[in-house]
Every structure is written in C-alpha cells, then in structure tokens.
C-alpha cells in the first residue's frame, strides 16, 4: 500500500474562490449525503418517497444546512452526491437543493452555484415483480425490487456541475441485465439447500445496478471528463448465497471492463442500446463503492482490479484528520471516509489527461470547530466528503 500522507483540509479551504475558473484545475468530489426518506422518518415508520420534497420546503433544516456548508467550504467543481433521493420532477428535489441551500451563504462561507446538474432514474425501490429473497412472496419493494428500496427513487444520485453536461452523449446503464455480463458472480450463486438462488426465469430478468451505473461527458475547454457514477449494494444484509456480495463486486468490475474497452467492454450496452465500453482515456470513477482492498466484507478482487487496472492513476490517497482520529488503532484509518471505519467512498481519476495536485476527505478532527458539521450521525452524514484536484493535461 503507498504511503500515507494526510493532507490539511486547512491548505484546501485557503485555494481562494475562483481559482479553478481557468479549467485546468478541476475539484471532483464525491459525498454520501443520506439525504433519502428514511433519513427524515422516526424508527420504525416507513417512509414514503414524500420526505424529502418536505424537508426542502423551507432553508433551514439542520442536517441539510451542514450539508451545503460543508460543499460550500470544499467547493468541488463536479459532484456527486449518493443517497439523494429520485424526483422527476426536478422541482421536488434538485432545484430547492440549489436554490435554497447551495445558492445561499452558510455559517459565512460563499455561496455556490451549479448550473448543470444531471438525475435520472434508478434501480431502488422499482418493483421486480419477483420474490428475490426467496420469502414465499413478490412484495414488489426492499429486497423485491430490482435494487433495495421501500420506494421507487430512494437511495438516488444527483451530479452538479459548473461545467457544461454534454446531455446529448450521457450514458445511463440502469436496465443491464446482470446475467449479460461475462463470468458474472449470480449464476452459480446458491442457497444453503445447494439450489440455485435464483432460477433460470428469475436470472433473465434481474439488473446489474443496485441504482444505476452513469456515464456523464463534462465539457472543460473544450475537452471531454467522462464522469463515471455509481453506488453499489452494500455487501451485507444477506445470507450464505451472498448475493449481496456478488452483486457488489460484479457492479464495481463493470467499470472495470468498462474503461478497458475493446473486446473486455464489448458486452456493455446503455439503455439507448448502444454497445462497447468507454473510448476515451480521461474520466474519473465517483462514488460510494462500498468495498475496501483492506477493510470491510466486500469481495475484493472487484475493488482491487478497478484500483489496480492500468488505466487508472495510483498515488495520492485522500485522506484526512478526523479520520485518523477515529480509528487511532487501524492503519488505514487516515484514509477512512465513513464514520464505521472504512475507505468507502472514491475519486479514482485515469492515468492519461490528469496530474493528481491534491486530494482530502472532508473530516475535521476533534478540536476543529468545524467538527460540528459531522460530529454526529444527524449533523449531516455518516460518510464524508472526499475531493481530489485534477490538472488537465494533453
């Protein structure tokens, strides 16, 4: 594993506003903001898809504030957020996000804008029409629909930009099929009876996707960023088949064949029904990937072939403080971004069009003052803010 090395958020937050207006340097960030239904639900009450339209009504919900301060005071030109639950209607969710929250000062920082901003439709909460945790019934919801969700649109993403989105070349592969992928991780997956766990007729229709896995082209002076999105299962909350696991890990290889293109990524199809991976050598993997190469029950061949892949720039770690802090006793905690300890969540750029200038987890440690924007659960998330700055170069 590269040296550590912990990078003071202090030196990031000095890089005055403005100074990536030339765009050659690009801050592309990543941040699990939980900002889904069940997050604004008492325990033990469902939620309905309706929470978070309501918590946005107004300017001044708490966890919501420390959300937008904290990209306020990190602003990345690119982001991702995970866990931003799916509205069609923008008006419902994206747009009170921009203007009621990111487009009004918090706690003294500037403001931020993102003119462009990219949601489509995930997998979560979208009824199957199957029984696919073999419960005796098709409830058409949680762990029935085609990825865990107890509505259509929860557990969504949204991606900011203060770059022009190409809209025209976006790629979403939301309806891949997971039993059209090459040597993938379901069909010999079984219970412990030793049966398959799921048929034949169940396996020809199930998604790879958990959410969606997005190809979104950003113009930076003229040149193409393919931002490549996702957020895979979680590898838990299963039994002896693992189908979580699997899942996990054959969502994260994806991206793997993905960027290698050729023959590897000849199998990839979009929901345009355009086939082949990606044909550019510059993008950057965002999201919480929900695996570890160290840490955590994540298969890790998926994780370490996208890390490892010779496409893909190794050095610079993000990391940060807090992190530390949190786990004193672990190696690895410097590099941690999520509050259970561990590195979760990734701003992988490419080898080819980028020089790595800097990179950090936003998590201030324990005597910061700023460590009341994630000091609990319900201050904002339980994952953290990761960043990277990117030069563009030929």
Known sequence: MPSLRVVSLLVALLVPVGAHSEGRVIRVA???VSMEGGNYVGKGVTPSGHELPAALSN???PQ????????QRVRPDILLLNEFDYHSDPARGVQPFLERYLQQSRAGTEAIDYPYFYQGPVNAGVDSGMDLDRDGKASGTGNDAFGFGLYPGQYGMLILSRYPIDFEAIRSFQLFKWK????????????????????KAVQEKLRLSSKSHWDIPVRINGRSLHVLASHPTPPVFDGPEDRNGRRNHDEIRFWADYIEGGKQGAYIYDDK?????LTD???????????STEEGDARREGITALLGHEKVRRGLLPTSDGGRANRTDSTFGPTHTASWGMRADYVVPSKAGWRVIDAGVFWPAPDDPLRRLVNKRNSSSDHRLVWMDLELVD
Not at 184 to 196: I, P, Y
Not at 273 to 277: D, K, N, R
């Open 281 to 291: 050598d510059r993008f950057v993997v965002v999201g919480d990937l929900n695996a």
């Open 30 to 32: 990543t941040f699990n």
């Open 64 to 71: 919501i504030s420390n959300i937008a301060e904290i990209i």
């Open 180 to 199: 059209d992928m090459p040597e993938n991780l379901m069909a010999d997956m079984r219970g412990a009876d030793g049966e398959l766990w799921y048929p």
């Open 59 to 61: 300017s001044d919900h």
């Open 273 to 277: 029904g355009q086939s082949g991976g």
